[in-house]
Every structure is written in structure tokens, then in C-alpha cells.
């Protein structure tokens, strides 16, 4: 009855509706906390999720669709985020020679030397929050949340 308490909900809810509520709030709370991880390098939690798709495609190029495809929320305004990119010389962007409507995105040095740093930022974040769970808890997490997203 813990969420409850956070969300100062007074009646008992059922248990199918206080899971959800939990999964949201904790939703929000991790990524929260990964968004302050990224605050000192002048970066959003999509923009860092760019830089990693670009960065396992590297060093091939990857097109917008492919960011989006990839990308973990399915809601990001992908074009704004690489221009953002782009302006801070993460990425680079490049007309395709065979195919003119095509636009080939790659990670820049400067990118991947960025990712160093704020990698090893991330990675802190994602310690700290998991420090708590065992690994059969983080792996029975895992479990259940796949199984939440799959319906059969």
C-alpha cells in the first residue's frame, strides 16, 4: 500500500490499478533520476538516447526512421533531437549520394567522446537505483515487466 502513501490515495485500490499506478510512478522517478545524471552535460534523456542508437550503429549511418524505430519513446520529435545534436556537434548529418531524399546521421568523434563521460554519469544513476535489488530481483523484474508488455 506504499504507492498509496506517495500519491496520498486514502481508500485501498485494487490490485490491478495500484500496479500500474506503480509502474507510472516509478516510471517518472527513474527517469527522473537519470535526467539529473544527464543535467550536467546539457542533455535530455531522448537526446542520450540517440547518441546510443548512433553510437551501436557506428560506424555505419542510421536514418531518422531507424532512430525512431529504435528509439524508447516512441513520442520523441526525432528530427528536433538531431538538430539538437547536431548543434552541439554530437552528430553530423549527410545526404545520401545514391538516394537524395535519404539523410545518412552518424555519431561524431566528439560524440563518442561525450558518451565517455556521460556514460559512466548514467551507468552511476542506474547503480544507485537498482542498489536495493538483488540480480534474481532485477531479473524476476525483468521477467514480469516483459511478460506486462506481451499479452500472450
Known amino acids: 500500500m506504499i504507492i ?4 496520498k490515495i486514502s ?3 485494487p490490485n490491478c490499478k495500484r500496479m500500474l ?3 507510472l510512478y516509478t516510471s517518472n522517478y527513474v527517469t527522473d533520476e537519470i535526467t539529473t545524471a544527464l543535467k550536467p552535460f546539457d542533455i ?5 538516447n540517440v547518441l546510443r542508437i548512433l ?3 557506428n560506424p555505419k549511418s542510421c536514418t531518422l526512421q531507424c532512430i525512431q524505430d529504435r528509439m524508447i519513446s516512441k513520442m520523441s520529435n526525432t528530427t528536433r533531437l538531431v538538430d539538437k545534436l547536431i548543434a552541439k556537434h554530437l552528430v553530423k548529418r549527410e545526404q545520401c549520394e545514391s538516394n537524395r531524399r535519404k539523410v545518412d546521421i552518424t555519431i561524431t568523434e566528439q560524440g563518442l567522446e561525450a558518451l565517455k563521460f556521460i556514460d559512466k554519469a ?4 542506474e547503480q544507485k537505483l537498482v542498489a536495493s535489488l538483488t540480480e534474481k530481483e532485477l ?6 515487466l516483459n511478460k506486462l508488455r506481451h499479452k500472450d
Do not use: C, H, I
Not at 498509496?4 to 500519491?7: F, I, N, T
Open 4 to 7: 498509496e502513501e506517495k500519491l
Open 11 to 13: 481508500t485501498e485500490l
Open 21 to 23: 499506478l506503480n509502474v
Open 44 to 48: 535530455t534523456t531522448q537526446q542520450f
Open 55 to 57: 553510437k551501436g550503429m
Open 122 to 125: 548514467v551507468d552511476t544513476a
Open 139 to 144: 531479473q524476476e523484474l525483468d521477467s514480469l
